[in-house]
């Protein structure tokens, strides 16, 4: 009897431990050292299978579609059907997006070539693509090689920065072929939980009142282009350039001219556009002014511990539920990143391997068009128990397509001075105080040449280049809409390649101190560059270019099928 009794004195423990074992696997399990699991969602396979082409139709009532296109700026969704790789879904919301690259195809007078985003709950609550309520497609506007987008995210996940998933896409609008371009999930919800797992945090994409680049809905009016831009110049503005704005990007010496880089004449008065009658005609060289450093998203400086000090970051939260406390969280990591040397109190606020791996992949690919540059934009801030992170987006004018003036300059960008030229580093803390750090600066060298040698010396880049030009040389031959002719793609492929092998020469060289590392050394040595006197980055696409003075061949309408005027579109 005695026996029975401690027997089942001891089932009873062991079932108690087992129910708080449960409960804390079910309610807690980050006291057990677990968390929770990020989960692959369907979507990824079925829209982002990346040896595929993904094919998407689009069906619209044929006025709104040109209501839609007329008045792109506004960014205003219309109701369509759209059909995924043979998978019909009803009332499906779909708008142009876009910072330059909308109001550039807004100017033309022979494309409506527009990016957009396309959200699959916009008029059907809880509709959604396999998992998927929200995606874009972007227009390949400055690229000439189609995939220089698709690299770069390649390239960050080759490093294991987190990236959204993206695979090329085929479009057809009302039953005739509309263009080739790149799909890329949204970095909102479905994106945090499959990568962070349920339990995620806060997530932020720095933009300003006055600039596009697809903030999240509902706050276009901080992160998009405003409802009542009509293509003309903010009453504001008075039509001057900065004091220091001499109209040319920075001179580094050396390689070919990718055009000049001027201003174009404005031939009104002051704070007028230029006319826009016929194809719009970009400055030269595909760059756009830079309208100084209090232009563009967050550069991430601490000021005080005021949330309303930080609007440009706050303004443009992504889910819309960030409470003060989230906020408190983020100035906490800002102050800390910006005032302390110390290594441990840093990482407790700053994912610094993370942030590392981004600014190494960023410098490699020259990608200023970004949190470099005086726009300090297109990337995201996540924030999780206090620490940040930095999330890449937009990278069409990634490999020297922004503001680079010639092909020296893009080859040896400097690894130590990875900002734009008339930007200090220390006006970009995330990268420039880590910098200051001996330790985070040989990490970071690291990453730099990991890349270098298992990246492009190993020949993946290259093979990588072939092989998605084989998948996709078709579709680009056949896109009516293109922005290039399919012979300046051929050009733009090879001239591509050969960029990432002299630019990982330079690499190489600075990471081994023969070549210069920072931007005011590469001014005093410039016999020590690398030459790039064989290539004109032009040629790979830059901002604002490829829809003006192109070889089209035999294509009719200029290259753009009668379509893109948007007369012969029916219903």
């Not at 720095?206 to 999240?216: F, L």
């Not at 590392?356 to 200023?368: G, I, M, Q």
């Amino acid at each position: 009897m005695l026996a029975n009794k401690k027997i089942d004195a001891v089932i009873v423990v062991m079932l108690a431990a087992a129910l708080i074992f449960t409960g804390i696997f079910m309610f807690a399990p980050d006291l057990l050292g677990i968390t929770a699991a990020a989960t692959e969602p369907e979507y990824l396979a079925k829209m982002f299978d990346k040896e595929k082409i993904t094919e998407i139709e689009i069906e619209a009532d044929a006025e709104d579609w040109q209501e839609m296109l007329d008045n792109a700026t506004a960014e205003e969704y219309i109701s369509c059907n759209i059909t995924i790789n043979g998978e019909k879904y009803y009332n499906v919301g779909i708008r142009p997006k876009g910072n330059s690259s909308l109001s550039t195809v807004a100017a033309m007078s022979d494309s409506d070539r527009y990016s957009f985003k396309i959200k699959m709950d916009e008029y059907v609550d809880g509709q959604n693509y396999y998992g998927l309520s929200k995606f874009v497609v972007n227009n390949m506007q400055g690229d000439a090689t189609y995939m220089k987008e698709y690299l770069s995210y390649d390239m960050f996940e080759f490093l294991g920065v987190n990236t959204p998933a993206y695979a090329f896409a085929d479009i057809t609008v009302n039953g005739e072929e509309w263009g080739f371009y790149l799909a890329v999930e949204a970095v909102e919800r479905e994106w945090a939980e499959r990568t962070y797992g349920s339990d995620y945090g806060q997530l932020y994409k720095p933009e300003s009142m006055d600039m596009g680049g697809g903030a999240p809905d509902g706050q276009r009016n901080f992160g998009e282009m405003p409802d009542n831009f009509n293509g003309e110049m903010p009453n504001d503005f008075d039509g001057a350039m900065p004091e220091d704005f001499n109209g040319g990007a920075p001179d580094f010496g050396g390689g070919n001219p990718a055009d000049g880089g001027e201003m174009p004449e404005f031939g009104g008065a002051a704070g007028e556009a230029p006319e826009t009658g016929g194809e719009f005609t970009p400055p030269e060289g595909g760059g756009f002014a830079d309208f100084g450093s209090s232009g563009g998203g967050a550069d991430l400086v601490y000021t005080d511990d005021e949330i309303e000090s930080y609007s440009q970051i706050f303004d443009n939260a992504v889910f819309g539920d960030n409470k003060s406390s989230d906020k408190k969280r983020v100035i906490k990591a800002l102050k800390v990143l910006n005032t302390s040397e110390d290594e441990s109190e840093i990482e407790e606020y700053i994912d610094t391997d993370e942030v590392l791996r981004y600014f190494a992949v960023n410098t490699v690919l020259v990608n200023l068009d970004s949190y470099v540059s005086s726009f300090k934009h297109n990337y995201y801030l996540y924030e999780e128990d206090g620490v940040l992170q930095i999330i890449p987006w937009d990278l069409n004018l990634s490999f020297a397509g922004f503001q680079v003036e010639d092909a020296s300059e893009a080859v040896n960008f400097p690894i130590d001075t990875p900002v734009m030229s008339g930007i200090e580093l220390e006006e970009r803390p995330l990268i420039g105080k880590l910098l200051e750090n001996e330790n985070y600066k040989n990490i970071y060298h690291e990453y730099i040449n990991t890349l270098v040698t298992e990246y492009f010396d190993s020949g993946y880049f290259e093979n990588k280049v072939n092989e998605l030009t084989e998948l996709i040389s078709d579709y680009v031959a056949g896109d009516q809409s293109a922005f290039y002719s399919y012979e300046q793609f051929e050009t733009a492929v090879e001239t591509l390649k050969e960029f990432g092998r002299l630019r990982a020469e330079s690499l190489n060289g600075q990471l081994d101190g023969s070549v210069p590392a920072t931007h005011s050394e590469q001014l005093e040595n410039p016999e020590a560059l690398v030459s790039a006197d064989n290539i004109d980055i032009s040629d790979m696409g830059t901002q604002g270019g490829g829809s003006m003075n192109r070889e089209f061949g035999e294509r009719e309408n200029g290259g753009f099928g009668g379509h893109m005027m948007r007369s012969n579109v029916n219903n």
